[in-house]
């Protein structure tokens, strides 16, 4: 696996809508693998293929109860309303107010190209539809209520 660069707002690939994926193949599998690591690395909690620069429908997530890996993904269901600070790895240092469901249905193929349907709420449902509008060539920006603000994240202290 590798760290790939993660593209950031104004590459005109971040605008463009991803391919479904026909297969798993080899190269597939490593751009997940690689996806996954660029991921973690940068302390995100979700990453689509678009920004690293591959134009196919596979997302990453996780919020912290494992990876969801998201191969053509569509939501069929959302319920509620959530307004909160949504940040993006294509928009380093920034945040804004964004309005998302606050429950999500996704249907998604895995690994293996078999269907799987997930369900989130909160975060998660939030990581979801964020991911998902990076394959439709949609970032968060264009949804933030008001402006967007810097980000400062500060460095978790060690313990003596």
């Known amino acids: 696996m590798a760290l790939r660069t993660i593209r950031t707002q104004g590459d005109p690939v971040l605008t463009r809508t991803a391919r479904p994926v026909k297969a798993v193949t080899p190269r597939i599998r490593t751009l997940i693998g690689d996806m996954l690591e660029t991921m973690y690395d940068a302390n995100g909690v979700g990453l689509a293929a678009p920004q690293v620069g591959i134009l196919k429908r596979i997302a990453v997530i996780d919020v912290g109860d494992g990876p969801f890996i998201l191969i053509n993904p569509v939501i069929e269901e959302t319920a509620g309303e959530q307004t909160g600070d949504e940040g993006c790895l294509s928009a380093p240092g920034m945040a804004g107010q964004v309005t998302r469901p606050n429950y ?9 190209m078999e269907e799987q349907v997930y369900e989130g709420e909160e975060l ?14 949609r970032m968060y920006t264009e949804l933030v209520e008001g402006r967007l603000h810097e980000v400062k994240y500060e460095e978790e202290e060690e313990e003596e």
């Open 124 to 137: 998660l449902a939030r990581a979801f539809c964020h991911e998902i509008d990076h394959l439709d060539g």
């Open 104 to 112: 999500v249905k996704v249907r998604a193929l895995d690994m293996d």
